[in-house]
Nanobody, 123 residues
């Protein structure tokens, strides 16, 4: 499975951005697609995850109510709509894919990773 993340950029606080994660290859083996982020000098954190069926969706508390994860299976693409952005959302955002259910928040459980896309929120 190959993953291609895009959509990052510079946005003012309170603004919105939509990230995309396009999957290719053996997408039939994917159970979850997750988004993680890593701010400068910090560890990588879980942001959101969605099952390939779309039935299961999870968010980190820090983004709940502001971010929305969705998928378009026809396009093999998962989106992360980010609203009401704050300066603390500034980070490199990566998408990842895992085979099995459970542990959607643990980066060590993900099998494939895309490259990151930088999101910078100016205050």
């Amino acid at each position: 499975v190959q993953l291609q993340a895009s959509g990052g950029g510079l946005v003012q606080a309170g603004g919105s951005l939509r990230l995309s994660c396009e999957a290719s290859g053996r997408t039939d083996t994917v159970y979850y697609i997750g988004w993680f982020r890593q701010a400068p000098g910090k560890e990588r954190d879980f942001v959101a995850a969605i099952s390939w069926s779309g039935r299961n969706i999870y968010y980190a508390d820090s983004v709940k109510g502001r971010f929305v994860i969705s998928r378009n299976n026809a396009r093999n693409t998962v989106y992360l709509q980010m609203n009401s952005l704050k300066s603390e959302d500034t980070a490199v955002y990566c998408c990842a894919a895992k085979y099995f259910s459970g542990d959607y928040y643990r980066e060590s459980r993900y099998n494939y990773w895309g490259q990151g896309t930088l999101v910078t929120v100016s205050s």
